[in-house]
């Protein structure tokens, strides 16, 4: 196998001052053509793990063949979240496992059919009209500022809370509880925030403590919610409250953060890429939010733990090794993708990982993200065609997560 000199000595694909910085786009295109599969060192423990590195998985058939083999490689062992702080109780990651993202078949299965009943094709039609009229009030509210704006939080940030705030019944004055809570769970590698992991603990905390209490009321007072679908008989294969609140805590960030950094990257793709920006606007093709997930790809990875010795891209991955999925270079692999670097809203077909690599933990949400990705750009296509950025994007210093935190915008 040729070597790949190109990858200085230390370089490590979950270090968060690299995502802040950039998506190491030009490395992971050399890793795909010398080495796919890749033993990244890091120093013992730092990841929040009692072990020295993991497997760096870069092209996208092995991303997807590692996502679709959950009996080898398993997100409950290590949870799928690859880089923790250097100083985390192991209590505090094995507490993880309660999560939907975190489970192995049978337990993940049993549960992700009962909170499935939420996303159904019909249920997500029946937000449609409702969130179309929301996208229109977010898009009037930010048109309404005088001079630059932030569009990240006038703009990207209110629909997905909203549409989960419609989604499980959560109160809209609530919402902000929720956007503050989940913020401060995912942000303890940046140090604008001054959060720390106790903050972060204390943050998912309160979210499964406000569902809980949400699911306790519904079981009491049954309304026309989600929330009261799941946990209304739990002898009867639903939730019980326990399980709902880390379904929230989930929601709170799958169904949120990844939306926002999305619609934020996509926004940012348009008035970069200005042809785009008006065949959007003049043709509005139904193939756009496929592409935009793919160029954001706002989980850079998530990781599986081997359950046994096995091989993977001509390397022996031992039982217990953790391995990385990194789903941003798997949605650049020329292999799949005709002129992977270009931003291309027309992309089609678009197999895309930017939802998963299939298997049991593909993205409960996609049909929802996919409508309010549309709907929002619908929105300001509609009522702000002449956007155009006053600032640079700032991103998110983290270990997995492509995020921008702020990009200025204007009308005028």
């Not at 296509?381 to 700032?394: H, I, V």
């Amino acid at each position: 196998m040729p070597s790949c000199p190109a990858l200085p000595d230390g370089f490590d694909f979950t270090d968060p001052d690299l995502l802040h910085q950039r998506v190491p786009l030009p490395e992971f295109a050399e890793l795909r053509r010398a080495e796919p599969v890749r033993w990244i060192p890091q120093p013992h423990g730092l990841a929040g793990f009692a072990d020295d590195g993991y497997w760096a998985v870069t092209r996208h058939a092995d991303v997807k063949y590692v996502s679709t083999h959950p009996e080898i490689f398993s997100s409950c062992l290590n949870t799928a979240i690859i880089r923790f702080g250097e100083h985390i109780e192991r209590d505090a990651i094995d507490a993880q496992r309660l999560i939907l993202l975190n489970m192995d078949p049978p337990e993940h299965t049993r549960v992700r059919q009962i909170v499935q009943r939420g996303f159904t094709p019909r249920a997500i039609r029946a937000l449609e009209d409702r969130l179309r009229a929301r996208a229109h009030a977010i898009v009037r509210g930010a048109l309404a500022q005088s001079g630059p704006f932030d569009f990240v939080t006038q703009v990207a940030c209110e629909l997905p809370l909203q549409a989960i705030a419609e989604l499980i019944g959560v109160p809209q004055e609530d919402r902000a509880k929720i956007f503050d809570w989940s913020n401060k769970m995912i942000a303890y590698d940046d140090p604008e925030y001054a959060i720390t992991e106790e903050v972060g603990a204390e943050s998912a905390t309160e979210i499964i403590a406000y569902a809980m209490n949400m699911a306790a009321e519904r079981k009491q007072c049954p309304a026309h919610d989600i929330v009261s679908t799941l946990v209304a008989a739990e002898n009867e294969g639903n939730l019980n409250s326990d399980e709902f609140g880390f379904f929230v805590l989930m929601l709170a960030v799958a169904g949120n953060e990844t939306t926002r950094n999305a619609t934020t990257h996509g926004m940012h793709a348009f008035l970069t890429h200005p042809e785009q920006w008006e065949l959007y606007k003049r043709e509005r093709p139904s193939t756009t939010a496929e592409e935009v997930v793919r160029w954001a790809t706002p989980v850079n990875s998530f990781q599986r733990t081997a359950t046994q010795d096995t091989e993977l891209g001509g390397r022996l991955i031992r039982k217990g090794d953790r391995v990385g999925l990194f789903y941003a270079s798997a949605n650049h692999d020329p292999e799949v993708f005709e002129n992977p670097d270009a931003f291309d809203i027309t992309r089609d077909p678009n197999p895309h990982l930017g939802f998963g690599g299939g298997g049991p933990h593909y993205c409960l949400g996609k049909s929802l993200a996919v409508l309010e990705i549309d709907l929002i750009f619908n929105a300001i296509a509609d009522a702000m065609p002449g956007l155009r950025l006053s600032g640079d994007p700032r991103r998110l210093r983290s270990a997995w997560i492509n995020g921008i935190k702020e990009l200025q915008v204007t009308t005028d």
